[in-house]
Nanobody, 116 residues
Framework: QVQLVESGGGLVQPGGSLTLSCAASGLTFSANGMSWFRQYPGKERELVAHISISGMVTNYDESVKGRFTISRDNTKNTAYLQMNNLKPEDTAVYFC?????????WGQGTQVTVSS
């Protein structure tokens, strides 16, 4: 059974930093691309960043380019999202996602709140 567990969310002031983690189990982590999404209240989830199986290829939404960094540690079955220079508009619930055998798996989400 595939499980994704996010952690690391919280309250941070504008300009601050947070690192989100996504611990995966029930799959061959090194064989799966990983993505981070975020969701605003009443809105659809939107892609924030994606990392390839090897970690060599990354993609970002324009709104986070230069501020967020996605990475992965295949020895720990964990993906990360380093978020710097956070802005109030980054306030959302953040989810990690992967695909396995044609099925989509989501974590439970972690709240990030950027406020002074």
């Amino acid at each position: 059974q595939v499980q994704l567990v996010e952690s690391g969310g919280g309250l941070v002031q504008p300009g601050g930093s947070l690192t989100l983690s996504c611990a995966a189990s029930g799959l061959t982590f090194s064989a799966n691309g990983m993505s981070w999404f975020r969701q605003y209240p009443g809105k659809e989830r939107e892609l924030v960043a994606h990392i390839s199986i090897s970690g060599m290829v990354t993609n970002y939404d324009e709104s986070v380019k230069g501020r967020f960094t996605i990475s992965r540690d295949n020895t720990k079955n964990t993906a990360y999202l380093q978020m710097n220079n956070l802005k109030p508009e980054d306030t959302a619930v953040y989810f990690c996602k992967t695909l396995k055998d044609g099925h989509t798996y989501w974590g439970q989400g972690t709240q990030v709140t950027v406020s002074s």
